[in-house]
């Protein structure tokens, strides 16, 4: 082909689009079709896809013309109003909408919200069967895909909140016909392992189901109703992070915890590591001042003891013996130097007055006995007569006399 006749992607994305302008259908069209894949962009414009049963077109809605509409959502049926070009920087065509309006609810809508009132109506989803969540985790079952962005989500999650908590994955299909018996696979044999792992029953605290955000086909698999009757049967409380925060599901409803997405659930799953470092610090501060008051208060009762038991000790009584003792002999002394006194005043009056009995004081003072011849002391006049010869004793001596007359 000569170069004259080659043409680059651009022109010729370029003419594709000059052929979408000029089209007077395509450039005032009224589509019917189910919305798919709905995403509001960080600009304010919105992205989404129309679906029917055999085809499916991309489009969007600039942000000045999301502002004044009611946005729709995921399995709505609508009609949407705008045209047909092509956006040249990916070669595709696709629908730029000015004007939606609903068109009743789309197929997957109206099948969830009957699943979804059944289920309900059976008892379900009632909080009361609700189970709780343990604090403080030992081992968590996750049940995704082995190469997913959500595992990775959760992994790094829970290894920067809690990293002692152990981790069992059980790999599923997420998406697709065959992903809803594998994840009641997956859910049951965590649910098996649980019951007989060698760290003893119920070993598992919860298991996490997980998947990153999509359409609402991409993630059909969890509003299946044996994943549901599989949630609810399991013997380990189960989260769920499905999809993004807007996104619900029948698997939702039927967990014991709904979280809004992969590392939402991560997060319900297991503590904070640094709360928890705070809790045992506050525990430890409490416990280092409990100690201290009660150091305290055993050593002022150490010290009352100590001082009760001085007072009753031996030593000390003995001492106090020893001092009674000594006060006795004081007074035994005392007492016996005062019996000692007082024998000798009354010995001294004794020797006083025996002094005055004295015959030979008697005799002193100008008295004399006389005496027989026998030594009979004559002390009548009725002994002697007279001639009798007598002897009279005076203080210096004795002379015989007679009697003269009696």
Request: glycine share 8%; charged share 20%; proline share 4%.
């Given at each position: 082909m000569p170069?004259?006749?080659?043409?680059?992607v651009s022109?010729i994305?370029a003419?594709?689009?000059?052929?979408f302008?000029?089209?007077v259908?395509?450039g005032?069209v009224?589509?019917?079709?189910?919305?798919?894949?709905?995403?509001?962009?960080t600009?304010?414009?919105?992205?989404?896809?129309?679906?029917?049963?055999?085809?499916?077109?991309k489009?969007v809605?600039?942000?000045?013309?999301?502002?004044?509409?009611?946005?729709?959502?995921d399995g709505?049926?609508?009609?949407?109003?705008?045209?047909?070009s092509?956006?040249?920087?990916?070669g595709?065509?696709?629908?730029y909408?000015?004007?939606?309006?609903p068109a009743g609810s789309?197929?997957?809508?109206?099948?969830?919200?009957r699943?979804?009132?059944?289920?309900?109506?059976?008892?379900l989803?009632?909080?009361?069967?609700?189970r709780?969540?343990p604090?403080?985790p030992r081992?968590?079952g996750?049940?995704t895909?082995s190469?997913?962005a959500?595992?990775?989500d959760?992994?790094?999650t829970?290894a920067s909140?809690?990293?002692m908590v152990?981790?069992?994955?059980?790999?599923?299909?997420?998406?697709?016909e065959?992903?809803?018996?594998?994840i009641v696979?997956a859910?049951?044999?965590?649910n098996?392992w649980?019951?007989?792992s060698p760290?003893?029953k119920?070993?598992?605290?919860a298991?996490i189901?997980?998947?990153?955000?999509?359409s609402?086909?991409e993630?059909?698999?969890?509003?299946?109703?044996?994943?549901?009757?599989?949630i609810?049967?399991?013997s380990v409380?189960?989260?769920?992070?499905i999809?993004h925060?807007?996104?619900f599901t029948?698997?939702?409803?039927?967990a014991d915890l709904?979280?809004?997405?992969?590392?939402?659930?991560?997060a319900?799953?297991v503590?904070e590591?640094?709360e928890?470092?705070?809790?045992?610090?506050?525990?430890?501060?409490?416990v280092a001042?409990?100690?201290?008051?009660?150091l305290a208060?055993?050593?002022?009762?150490?010290?009352?003891l100590?001082?009760?038991?001085?007072?009753?000790?031996p030593?000390?009584?003995?001492?106090?013996?020893r001092?009674?003792v000594?006060d006795?002999?004081?007074?035994?002394?005392?007492?016996i130097?005062n019996?000692?006194?007082?024998?000798?005043?009354?010995?001294?009056?004794?020797?006083?007055?025996?002094?005055?009995?004295?015959?030979?004081?008697v005799?002193?003072?100008?008295?004399?006995?006389v005496?027989?011849?026998?030594?009979?002391?004559v002390s009548?006049?009725?002994?002697v007569?007279?001639?009798d010869?007598i002897?009279?004793r005076?203080s210096d001596?004795?002379?015989?006399?007679?009697?003269?007359?009696?």
């Open positions: 170069p004259s006749n080659v043409l680059t022109q994305t003419y594709i689009k000059s052929l302008s000029s089209d259908l395509l005032d009224r589509l019917s079709g189910e919305v798919s894949n709905f995403k509001l962009h600009s304010g414009h919105c992205y989404l896809t129309l679906k029917d049963e055999t085809s499916s077109i489009a809605i600039w942000r000045t013309t999301a502002s004044r509409m009611q946005l729709p959502r709505d049926a609508v009609i949407a109003h705008g045209y047909v092509v956006y040249e920087a990916q595709a065509y696709q629908l909408i000015d004007h939606i309006e789309g197929r997957l809508w109206m099948e969830f919200e699943l979804k009132a059944r289920l309900e109506a059976e008892g989803f009632d909080a009361a069967a609700k709780p969540l604090p403080v081992r968590l996750i049940v895909s190469t997913a959500a595992l990775r959760i992994l790094r829970l909140r809690y990293p152990e981790v069992l994955l059980a790999p599923t299909l997420v998406q697709g065959s992903a809803p018996p594998s696979a859910i049951e044999m965590l098996r649980s019951a007989s760290f003893g119920n070993s598992l605290d298991i189901l997980a998947r990153g955000g999509g609402i086909e993630l059909w698999a969890f509003n299946d109703e044996r994943v549901a009757r599989a609810r049967a399991s409380p189960v989260i769920t992070g999809g925060e807007t996104d029948i698997a939702d409803f039927a709904r979280a809004p997405t992969p590392t939402g659930a991560a319900s799953a503590p590591a640094r928890f470092r705070e809790a045992v610090a506050g525990l430890s501060e409490a001042a409990r100690m201290a008051d009660q208060t055993e050593h002022m009762r150490l010290e009352t100590t001082a009760r038991l001085g007072r009753l000790s030593s000390i009584r003995l001492a106090g013996d001092q009674r000594d006795l002999v004081r007074r035994a002394q005392l007492a130097a019996r000692l006194r007082s024998q000798h005043q009354r010995l001294a009056g004794l020797e006083l007055h025996l002094g005055g009995l004295d015959p030979a004081s005799l002193a003072r100008g008295y004399a006995i005496s027989m011849a026998g030594d009979a002391v009548s006049t009725a002994q007569a007279a001639g010869p002897r009279v005076v001596g004795t002379f015989a006399a007679q009697v003269t007359e009696s």
